[in-house]
């Protein structure tokens, strides 16, 4: 029993650390690129034991927010978490809750339409020209193989479009957990007329400000593609979230 406490107390020591360590970046103005300390100042600075100091770096690392350059010149390199480091730790809780793939659909259907009003009330200069440019592509590529990795990629920026950063982090998490899903589905050519038909709308309420009509054009399209994807494939709506299929 005492060995387990020990351990208990010494990931919590180097949680505590890592959290000064955040604290200490944040403080500093560092950006991505920059250097932190080198092993021996930090052991002085934190006061703190070799292994705990060598712990809190490693769990910053596997969290995005450092990585360790190997070398005589290398260390603790500041980096910037970034969505899939999200994804893959969202992954993780659902593969043992057990979520599934219709879960996911359920929670897209939720907030797709309020991201897309939000969309429609908040989007830039820039992000519509970003909106623009990707349905351009998507029509280019109506039939070709990059249609879904497109189709992704428009409701991504919607997401980000939405002047909520956490709307746009759920978004691009959420395709990023059902990207091998949907790579092993397809959609057929009379879906994809359908799912750009309602892109065009979404596009065009987001280009007016009217942001009932993108919530209106949006519901319409999430709740049509989660009925195509049931009925085309029940047994793949069914599947488990994987850890690790990001």
């Known amino acids: 029993m005492q060995p387990m406490v020990d351990n208990a107390k010494k990931a919590k020591r180097a949680l505590s650390l890592a959290q ?22 930090m052991l002085a600075r934190y006061e703190v034991a070799r292994a705990t100091l060598r712990e809190a770096l490693r769990f910053l690392e596997l969290q995005g ?25 969202l992954s993780l809780i659902l593969h043992f809750m ?7 659909l359920e929670l897209r259907e939720a907030i797709a339409p309020d991201v897309a009003a939000y969309a429609a009330q908040r989007a830039t200069t820039g992000d519509l020209s970003a909106l623009v440019d990707c349905l351009k592509e998507l029509e280019r590529n109506e039939a070709g193989s990059q249609f879904e990795e497109l189709n992704r990629r428009f409701h991504d920026l919607l997401g980000w479009a939405s002047g909520n950063p956490l709307f746009g ?8 957990l059902t990207r091998e899903f949907s790579s092993s589905l397809g ?3 009379q879906e994809r007329a359908v799912q750009l038909r309602f892109l065009r709308r979404v596009l065009e309420a987001v280009r007016t400000g009217d942001a009932q009509a993108a919530r209106q054009a949006m519901t319409r399209l999430v709740s049509g593609s989660a009925s195509y994807l049931a009925e085309r494939s029940p047994e793949l709506v069914s599947q488990r979230i994987r850890w690790g299929q990001i």
């Open 20 to 41: 000064d360590i955040v604290r200490d970046i944040e403080a500093g103005a560092h950006v991505p690129g920059d250097r932190l300390p080198r092993e021996e100042e």
């Open 65 to 89: 927010v450092i990585y360790l350059q190997l070398g005589r010149s290398g260390g603790p390199v500041v980096a910037r978490p970034q969505t899939g480091d999200f994804a893959s730790s």
């Open 98 to 104: 057990e979520a599934d793939l219709r879960g996911l």
């Open 169 to 176: 982090l759920l978004t691009s998490s959420m395709h990023l």
């Open 187 to 189: 959609y057929s050519a």
